[in-house]
């Protein structure tokens, strides 16, 4: 098949184009550099050495013998995204190509509007690309579990059946996000939702949960293909974090109480999931979501976990939480979808942990220590 | 109390400032005047001619010797939305400033980016104006019954209690709308709820119905009063369109069936809820949703209510519909939260078609025919 990458020179949108080259498709990536870029404005940088694009492809190619086209350019650039599509021509568009911190949207005013305007309108111009040149692309586009809340009640993949007052429908699941870079995946959803009854698009909403691990089969092929990976307190999540400070020495971050559940699952899951989204498509005008996790930990859990695992002292340090989030709630998440199509998760395992450790210890001196404590607060406007 | 009344040029922005000012309170008015220009962009106009803004305050003090302050600036200019916070100090902002026509936000992507851009980045500035300026500020939001769609079960008004493997949880109605303009309500109401949680915001989400008629007990005072009336197939609502195409003498344009049923409202209605809404404030954190509608009715049922009550020959035309929406379907909304504020409705009778005929008689050489047909189709990305 033919796949284009949205976002495919980021964390996971770059393994991604890997993985689904090295299963036999037709590869090309879009992206304009945005997360290089929050990486200038914020001063952070990502932990592990990554190289500029073109290097990549070409170690690629190298290693593998497999050509992956590369587009520059951006979403909200409507004429951009309907040449490469027309150019490119692909089967399949997994669009990952959002701006995708939550804590980055909280920052202010100015955040919260770009992070709206990139995600919401560059999506909207995706739908219309694929609405106007070819309604048969099937768009895997990446959601987060965290669109859904922390509701009283079991979490389904994205669809209910409601029972009112005698009567009953099938209706999207009600979504209560805890941030504006989750609002903007629940926009997302609707429109796309809408795209799929009125242009009969062929959709799959990928609900990720959070990501933990550097490394996939592909990109331990050589080192100039490493994906990023992020331990600031702005884009870096909570296990890959722990796993850092725990190097580092520093104590481990815990946002209140540590009570906060999230579904979690693997970076080489992640991948596999993009595959079996993309190889086993959704049926023109179906809306098909998929809670892409594997396993449900609390923040508490975690940092106990990465303790227990750690050849050596660790401490957990319980801040005060930035965030606007229940620290204590029932959390029962539904995730069969991609596991009926064939997944076969990596549980989150000692060897992950352990397996991160030597990564961190080898590039520990690059770390800015005063990047790992949260400064965004949600309660305030302007952080 | 001070109310800034944003879109306050428009259709019911204006019948609302002058029965607000009417009743005591002190508004002030913001447009960039955004409604007129998509008359020069279509090509249509008012059936009825409205005077220009600075006219209109002027002849309210003048029947009323009460003043209304006048900002002209747009909401997507953030530092004039701040600064006008700053000087006028409302209590409440009752916002109305949002493009509102469901084919106008369909013609194609630029039309369907705009409406997400203008609305949702519109309505953000304004969170964020109240969140940094005055947290204790009210808004009073437009939004509308089409946001729920027409689901199998009863409507709520906004939240609704679901009981789901024997637990519950009282959560956000489920959301199903039927065109990008209403895709943009629903975000701005997520958007709306969160800014509750997070910054203590106090706001009243108004899901209102399609509101008819043209004259209030102010708007009347003096023809310059007037506000518009829309015949267009793009801006023009079903029950006053019908009644311009009975005067002229033109078959009623009904899509598809006509079984479609919508919430309605008339205009004196309208503007009493706001009134009722302003004067009850929602609490800090509260996001509150009230149906601001009286009466439910088929598209047929309002056709057939049109050509019975005007004293001449009607046709109706059933058409192919060109949006997408359920021709038969359940419906039935719960709308007593602005009953039990004290909302006394005027319920849909002769009087009101009747009071409309010589209005339009006046004014029909003011219409363009073409304009009454839709040409806007939903299952076209371009039209």
Known sequence: MRVLVLGGDGYLGWPTALHLSDSGHEIAVVDNFARRGYDTELGSQSLVPIEDLDVRVAAWQEVSGREITSYVGDLLDAEFVYSVVREFRPDTIVHFAEQRAAPYSMIDREHAVYTHHNNVIGNLNVMYAIAEIDPEIHLVKLGTMGEYGTPNIDIEEGWIEIEHNGRSDRMLYPKKPGSFYHLTKVHDSHNIEFGCRIWGMRATDLNQGVVYGQTTDQTTRDPRLATRLDYDSVFGTVLN????????????????????????????????????????????????????????????????????????????????????????????????????????????????????????????????????FPKVKWASAKN
């Open 241 to 372: 974090r722990f796993i850092i400070q725990a190097v580092l020495g520093q104590p481990l971050t815990v946002y209140g109480k540590g009570g906060q559940t999230r579904g979690m699952l693997d970076i080489r899951d992640t991948v596999e999931c993009l595959r079996l989204a993309v190889e086993n498509p959704a049926d023109r005008g179906e809306f098909r979501v998929f809670n892409q996790m594997t396993e449900s930990y609390s923040v508490k859990q975690v940092a106990e976990l990465v303790a227990e695992t750690f050849p050596g002292p660790v401490q957990i340090d319980y801040l005060e939480n930035p965030r606007w989030e229940l620290e204590e709630h029932y959390y029962n998440v539904k995730h069969t979808g991609l596991v009926d199509l064939g997944l076969k998760p990596h549980l989150l395992s000692d060897t992950l942990i352990e397996s991160l450790f030597p990564i961190v210890e080898e590039n520990k001196h690059r770390v800015d220590n005063d990047l790992m």
